[in-house]
């Protein structure tokens, strides 16, 4: 499968896969149950795994062209 994506679109993507992981380390620390915990583990690897495939993009990039007005 191929998809392309526009840099700021890119930049957000992997923002928001980032973010997800980290929450799902929180969510790993917290879990008692050892089968939810490895099924949790094993979906954090497969974000990295897909992080890993995107070329280097602009961290904040997703943020050019939106700046707010100060009043």
């Known amino acids: ?6 840099t700021e679109e890119a930049s957000l993507l992997l923002q928001v896969i980032r973010n997800r992981v980290e929450e799902l ?3 790993v620390r917290h879990c008692r149950d050892s ?3 490895a099924y949790l583990k ?5 974000l990295n ?3 890993a495939k995107f070329p280097e993009v602009a ?3 997703y943020r050019r062209g939106f700046i707010r007005a100060r009043v």
């Not at 499968?1 to 526009?6: D, S, T, V």
């Not at 094993?42 to 497969?46: D, Q, T, V």
């Open 1 to 6: 499968m191929e998809l392309r994506l526009e």
């Open 25 to 27: 380390r929180l969510e």
């Open 59 to 61: 961290e904040g990039a």
């Open 35 to 37: 089968e939810d915990r």
């Open 42 to 46: 094993h979906k954090e690897r497969l």
């Open 49 to 51: 795994a897909i992080l």
